[in-house]
Antibody, heavy 119, light 107 residues
């Protein structure tokens, strides 16, 4: 059974870089059938897709983050990671990692991790 | 970007009711639409993909329909476990976008 688990600091200072890792178990990240992505949800609000990556490192991002997001993959560790630079309070959210099918809907999700941006 | 608009934002219903949630896209997305259920403090869970295909393990009381710009999620005979927030998501063209959510509450 596929499982995804986010990890990383729960508190980040304004203007710094948010860094999260998603560890995948029960399946290989090195499959050309799937993409792997990040979705965030500000407290009490809706879902926003951040970006996605495949096993070979091909990425695409939501332009709403204005090039502040970077996603990378480490197939040797079966992990992928997210960095968001120059964070502000507006980046405070629960961050989910998820698997995307070849059609690009999300069929498996991590439990989510709350990241708060505050000094 | 394709905007997804759900209605209503909140819905009050009783156990056993038939519930319908609507999702409208700002342009045609063919049938490239998914529905998710989210409970408080939990990750979203995939219910339906390609507008009407039921994800494995999802109860058959959930169904989806529609194409183009208008879609519906129907829950037949609402159960206690179904009180949650529901989101639609288009995957016709990036950026993948979600509706704002519909909260199904107990009447």
């Amino acid at each position: 059974q596929l499982q995804l688990q986010e990890s990383g600091p729960g508190l980040v200072k304004p203007s710094e870089t948010l860094s999260l890792t998603c560890s995948v178990s029960g399946g290989s990240i090195g499959s050309d059938t799937y993409y792997w992505g990040w979705v965030r949800q500000p407290p009490g609000k809706g879902l926003e897709w951040i970006g996605s990556i495949n096993y070979s490192g091909s990425t695409y991002y939501n332009p709403s983050l204005k090039s502040r997001a970077t996603i990378s993959v480490d197939t040797s560790k079966n992990q992928f990671s997210l960095k968001v630079s120059s964070v502000t309070a507006a980046d405070t959210a629960v961050y989910y990692c998820a698997r995307l099918t070849i059609q690009r809907y999300f069929d498996n999700w991590g439990q989510g991790t709350l990241v708060t941006v505050s000094s | 970007d394709i905007q997804m608009t759900q209605s209503p934002s909140t819905l009050s219903a009783s156990i056993g009711d038939r519930v319908t949630i609507t999702c409208r896209a700002s342009q045609s997305i063919s049938r490239w639409l998914a529905w998710y259920q989210q409970k408080p403090g939990k990750a979203p869970k995939l219910l339906i993909y390609k507008a009407s295909s039921l994800e494995s393990g999802v109860p058959s009381r959930f169904s989806g329909s529609g194409s183009g710009t208008e879609f519906t999620l129907t829950i037949n005979s609402l159960q206690p476990d179904d009180f949650a927030t529901y989101y639609c998501q288009q995957y016709n063209s990036p950026p993948w976008t979600f509706g704002q959510g519909t909260k199904v509450e107990i009447k």
